[in-house]
């Protein structure tokens, strides 16, 4: 059974660009989660798709946006970057519809984003 | 205002010996926990969890013990490997976030040396 999968693994972009980051969950998985990764910050929640909605949101400005597809694969686009953007963006699928003990989040192994 | 904490950024632990990682929170309201380890270049990868209804859950070498009073949760590992080497997180949610919503700690490097 393949894992979550993110591409592409590394990028390097420089202030004020875009980028747009892309998540395939585990088939089956129709929630997906986006956690960004800092050092010493641990992992702040960007937001979470169920069913091509958004079903919640983390406190990050209104450049980091996500959207989710029919086959529940995810994306995660960050406009004007800024240095501070400079992280490992980490990927989650799980498999419950709403929360219950029994459905952790398989995380992916993330995408390093790099703004110089 | 960090509502998982993870106030020892590493830990050093000698091979066989037990490693005790622990975890402070601050919101009353979060009722499951769980701990992820997470490798260079990986993702992180689920360990256990415990529900607030539980003061202790085993898994193998792995425990996890959960104070609600005092709002504290810590993992030990028994006996200690090298391969055990990694960061661990600590993560919490409540029962009220329709979805997954997880709070993460900031991580804690644990070094298990031969």
């Known amino acids: 059974k393949a894992g979550v999968t993110q591409t592409p693994r590394y990028l390097i972009k420089t202030r004020g660009q875009q980028v747009t980051l892309s998540c395939s969950p585990i088939?089956?998985?129709?929630?997906v989660s986006w956690y960004q990764q800092t050092p010493g910050q641990g992992l702040q929640f960007l937001f979470e798709?169920?069913?091509?909605?958004?079903?919640n949101k983390g406190n990050f400005p209104g450049r980091f946006s996500g959207r989710q597809f029919s086959n529940s694969r995810s994306e995660m686009n960050v406009s004007t970057l800024e240095l501070g953007d400079s992280a490992l963006y980490l990927c989650?699928?799980?498999?419950?519809?709403?929360?219950?003990?029994?459905?952790?989040?398989?995380f992916g192994a993330g995408s390093r984003l790099t703004v110089l | 205002d960090q509502q998982v904490k993870q106030n020892s950024p590493s830990l050093s632990v000698q091979e066989g010996r037990i490693s005790i990682l622990n975890c402070d929170y601050t919101?009353?309201?979060?009722?499951?926990f769980l701990w992820y380890k997470k490798y260079p270049a990986e993702g992180p990868t689920f360990l256990i969890s415990?529900?607030?209804?539980?003061d202790k859950n085993e898994d193998g070498r792995f425990t996890v013990f959960l104070n609600k009073s005092a709002k504290h949760l810590s993992l030990h590992i028994v006996p200690s490997q090298p391969g055990d080497s990694a960061v661990y997180f600590c993560?919490?949610?409540?029962?009220?976030?329709?979805?997954?919503?997880?709070?993460f700690g900031p991580g804690t490097r644990l070094s298990v040396l031969p």
């Open positions: 989650a699928s799980s498999l419950s519809s709403s929360f219950s003990g029994a459905n952790v989040l398989t």
């Open positions: 088939s089956g998985h129709r929630s």
């Open positions: 798709y169920f069913s091509e909605t958004q079903r």
């Open positions: 919101n009353s309201m979060f009722d499951y």
């Open positions: 415990i529900s607030s209804i539980k």
């Open positions: 993560a919490a949610t409540t029962p009220y976030n329709y979805g997954q919503n997880f709070v």
